[in-house]
Structure formats: structure tokens, C-alpha cells
């Protein structure tokens, strides 16, 4: 099989690519996620993670545990203020 000179100039072109696209990180928030792979904080785990929480490394698990008690203490304070 042949190739014509149009096919072949066809497929020298380059092709239209479109942008590769990016999530945003969260500029607002205790967790957030890395591209970089880091070892969970807590004490005993270091299981490889990509989030991170108030700037800490903390597996999925511990994170949900690290924000549930964020939650925790907002509570708390509104209660305290009676709102």
C-alpha cells in the first residue's frame, strides 16, 4: 500500500491539540489535594496520600477524621455564641 503525496502531507501536519486542562486546587478550605505523593502524618500509618490537611499529610481516612473534628469544634464555638 501507497501512500499519495496528499496522504502523506496529511499526516505530517500537525495536529490541532486541545489544551490539556487542570483542575483548580482550592484556594479556601482545610484539605487539600498535592500531585506530589506524601506520607500520612498520623502516628503509625505513613500510608502514601495526596491530601492534605491545614498543611498536613494525611490519608484519605485520617483526613476524613481530621475534618470531622474541624466540624466538631465549629459546632462547639456556635453553640457557645448561641447562633
Known sequence: MTLSPE???QLLKPKA??????KPNA???PCRYYEQEHRCASRGCSSPTH????GIPRCY???IVT???LVLEVQEVLKA???
Not at 491539540?17 to 487542570?22: E, G, I, L, M, S
Not at 491530601?51 to 491545614?54: I, S
Request: avoid cysteine; glycine fraction near 4%.
Open 7 to 9: 496522504q502523506i502531507q
Open 61 to 63: 481516612p485520617h483526613a
Open 27 to 29: 484556594v479556601d478550605g
Open 81 to 83: 455564641r448561641n447562633v
Open 51 to 54: 491530601y492534605k490537611v491545614e
Open 17 to 22: 491539540t486541545a489544551k490539556p486542562t487542570t
Open 67 to 69: 475534618l470531622n473534628d
